[in-house]
C-alpha cells in the first residue's frame, strides 16, 4: 500500500473515531461514506488494465457520490483542512478545503469559472472572515451545497476530485 492510500484510510479512521465519540471534529457519516467511495474508486482505477476500465471506475465514483448525497447534494457539517485560499482584485475569496488527501471541496478561483454559480466569498462576509481568520493547515467544520465538480481527465477526476461548493458555514474547529 502507498503512501496516499494509507494517509486515506488514516483519515477514515481518526474521522470514525471522532465521529463514535462525538467530539467537535467528529467527521459525518456522508463525509465518510463520501471518501470512501473516492478511495474505492482510487482502487479500481489503479488495477484497471484499460482505458475503458479507468473510464468505467470513473464513471461509477460520479454516479456512487451522486447516489450517496442524494438530489441535494449538500454537505453538512463536514471537516476537513483549510489546504489554500485568495482573493481576487474586487475583495471576493475563492477558498479550496481538503477532506482527504488530494480531496478537496472548493469554490471557484476566477471570475469566469465563477460566473452564474456565486462560489466565491463576498468581501466582508462571515464566512469570508472565517477563512481570513484561519491559517492554511486549520481544521474547519463547513456546510456547503457541491454544485458540481472540476472536469478534468478520468485520472484526475478519480485521483484528485474537486467538487465545486458554495458554502454556506466554514468555521475553525478548537
Request: no cysteine; aromatic share 6%; hydrophobic share 45%.
Amino acid at each position: 500500500m502507498g503512501w496516499r492510500p494509507a494517509f486515506l484510510a488514516a483519515a477514515l479512521v481518526v474521522g470514525t473515531a471522532a465521529a463514535a465519540t462525538g467530539g467537535p471534529d467528529a467527521m459525518p457519516r456522508a463525509e465518510q461514506d463520501y471518501i470512501k467511495a473516492i478511495a474505492d474508486a482510487r482502487t479500481q482505477f489503479e488495477a484497471a488494465r484499460s482505458d475503458a476500465a479507468r473510464k468505467g471506475a470513473r464513471a461509477g465514483l460520479q454516479i456512487r457520490l451522486h447516489a450517496l448525497l442524494g438530489l441535494n447534494h449538500r454537505a453538512s457539517d463536514w471537516i476537513g483542512r483549510l489546504r489554500n485560499s485568495g482573493k481576487l482584485f474586487d475583495g471576493r475569496r475563492w477558498v479550496e478545503i481538503e477532506i482527504a488527501p488530494d480531496v478537496t471541496i472548493a469554490t471557484w478561483r476566477t471570475d469566469q469559472l465563477d460566473g452564474q454559480y456565486a462560489t466565491l466569498l463576498q468581501p466582508g462576509s462571515a464566512l469570508a472572515h472565517a477563512v481570513d481568520s484561519a491559517a492554511v493547515g486549520t481544521t474547519v467544520k463547513f456546510s456547503a451545497d457541491l454544485i458540481g465538480g472540476r472536469v478534468g481527465s478520468d485520472e484526475d477526476m478519480v485521483k484528485q476530485p474537486q467538487a465545486i461548493a458554495r458554502f454556506t458555514a466554514i468555521a475553525p474547529v478548537r
